[in-house]
């Protein structure tokens, strides 16, 4: 059957909202939500917007039977997808309830849920849980690629909190996994913590939340942060810093970013590095952790060292306010066990000489650095294949973001993130250490053994034979990045 919009909208339910591309579309265009449209990906067949769950079964069902490849969409921040020719893409915007349980102490949200709609529901009955650190990222997504989150060094990864799942299969059936879950079910959860997508149409999700209370917060839910900014000539006292901090036993959350400085400030488009640290605690406890960033040596060479405390409720209000798409995004990310003070320096350096290269063409144009507490992940993740989510124990993750990219600026972007991703995992590969990633922060055409060790590959492999045997599902380690 051609896919054209009357026959597919013939097809489904007329509580689906269906639109297939035009002549003038790019990727770009039509899939206006995604963030990164880059890499090999050409226009889908049609896309979806469902409005009930026999939306989703008849989609899955008409997929199934006319050769497509259903791809679900949540936040579309995600690069590990692309679109092709026999894609049905599935925007799942309709399903953002949220669902918080005071008694069980957990929350379910709907398969379409954004952090930012999880977070204030959670919050406003006095609990927290994982969730992304932007709330335009959709809780999904998240999940199933692992789940960076502020909360990581003393509750784990987004997906070590998960409870349960509802999901639509490929022969359509509707089927709730959760730990309690045996054979091959149990398998199939434990792949949804972290191995990625491609195994279903999620519905809902069930993930544990824990009292504020707990936390010892000033005033019940704020958290104590600090953040300094470091000119380029002080980017040593950066590195010294980065020393101090980088391996801290507490549950602080740092982050250490090379960018251009911001419009508001003096030096306005020259290379910086802003530091900072979140503390998910007692206040009196905060300012101990955050001691080294008011050293000799370090504050008195800082442009700035600003305390403050965000609300719990709106702690991603000031990443969300500069969350905006803008035009062309890529990343290169990586996991890394040795991340030293003079790898951080040369990093910066670098990155200073291509501000200073390509000037405002740089965009929004970034590198991230944040440990990962493995001693927390390890602990968190279970033991054997309780989670597809590897390489627990590497310290550091580490994250280039050219974004914010004329057309014809991309291929040099593009490369500079390659540069940076190889700089930052030298000292690794200088050990002979494999590269590793997170599969939530991975890009297209990622290798799959650098997500997955080859044993989980296996069962991944396996697995998806047994759920998805007609290859309804695109997963990128059974499908690869053919176009």
């Given at each position: 059957m051609a896919t054209t919009t009357s026959n597919i909208r013939s097809a489904l339910p007329p509580s689906c909202a269906v639109s297939t591309p035009s002549s003038d579309?790019?990727?770009y265009t039509f899939l206006s939500k995604r963030w990164s449209t880059l890499g090999p990906s050409t226009l889908p067949a049609a896309a979806v917007v469902p409005s009930t769950e026999d939306d989703v079964v008849a989609i899955v069902q008409f997929a199934a039977a006319n050769g497509l490849k259903v791809l679900p969409q949540c936040g579309a921040c995600g690069g590990?997808?692309?679109?092709t020719?026999?894609?049905?893409?599935?925007?799942?915007?309709?399903?953002?309830?949220?669902?918080?349980?005071?008694?069980a102490r957990t929350v379910t949200f709907g398969g379409g849920a954004l952090a930012g709609d999880v977070q204030p529901a959670v919050t406003a009955k006095g609990f927290y849980t994982g969730w992304p650190n932007m709330g335009i990222v959709g809780m999904v997504g998240n999940v199933l690629g692992g789940g960076l989150n502020l909360f990581k060094?003393?509750?784990?990864?987004?997906?070590?909190?998960?409870?349960?799942?509802r999901f639509v299969t490929a022969s359509g059936d509707i089927?709730?996994?959760?730990?309690?879950?045996?054979?091959?079910?149990?398998?199939?959860f434990n792949l949804l913590k972290g191995a990625g997508a491609g195994f279903g149409v999620i519905l809902s999700l069930t993930m544990r939340i824990y009292p504020t209370a707990e936390l010892g917060l000033a005033d019940g839910t704020g958290i104590s942060e600090v953040m300094a900014m470091f000119a380029r000539e002080d980017f040593d006292a950066a590195a010294k810093l980065w020393e101090m901090v980088s391996q801290s036993p507490s549950p602080m959350s740092v982050i250490f970013v090379f960018m251009a400085a911001p419009p508001n400030m003096s030096i306005a488009g020259q290379p910086v590095i802003m530091a900072q640290g979140m503390y998910p605690g007692p206040a009196s406890e905060a300012q101990k952790a955050f001691a080294p960033f008011n050293a000799p040596g370090i504050k008195d060479r800082a442009i700035m060292v600003k305390p403050g405390t965000t609300q719990l409720e709106t702690m991603n209000a000031q990443r969300d306010a500069m969350a905006k798409k803008g035009r062309n995004m890529d990343v290169y990310n990586g996991l890394v066990y040795n991340l030293s003070p003079e790898t951080l320096l040369r990093a910066a350096n670098k990155f200073a000489e291509f501000v200073d290269t390509h000037g405002a063409a740089v965009g929004r144009t970034n590198t991230g650095l944040h440990p990962m507490h493995p001693e927390t992940l390890l602990r968190t993740g279970g033991a054997g294949e309780d989670s597809f989510m590897c390489h627990r124990d590497r310290n550091f993750?580490?994250?280039?973001?050219?974004?914010?990219l004329d057309d014809d600026f991309v291929p040099v972007a593009q490369q500079h993130?390659?540069?940076?991703?190889?700089?930052l995992r030298g000292e690794d590969r200088a050990k002979g250490i494999p590269n590793a990633i997170l599969a939530g922060n991975a890009r297209v055409e990622t290798d799959m053994t650098e997500i997955l060790s080859p044993e989980k590959l296996d069962i991944l492999r396996k697995q998806k034979a047994e759920w998805d045997p007609k290859g309804v599902f695109w997963n990128a380690a059974v499908d690869g990045w053919a176009v």
């Open positions: 579309d790019t990727v590990l997808v692309i679109t020719a026999k894609t049905l893409y599935v925007d799942m915007e309709k399903f953002r309830e949220v669902d918080v349980d005071r008694d060094p003393i509750k784990g990864l987004t997906c070590d909190n998960l409870i349960s799942a089927v709730e996994v959760s730990s309690e879950s045996t054979g091959a079910e149990k398998q199939l993750n580490v994250q280039t973001a050219p974004w914010d993130g390659r540069e940076m991703l190889e700089l």
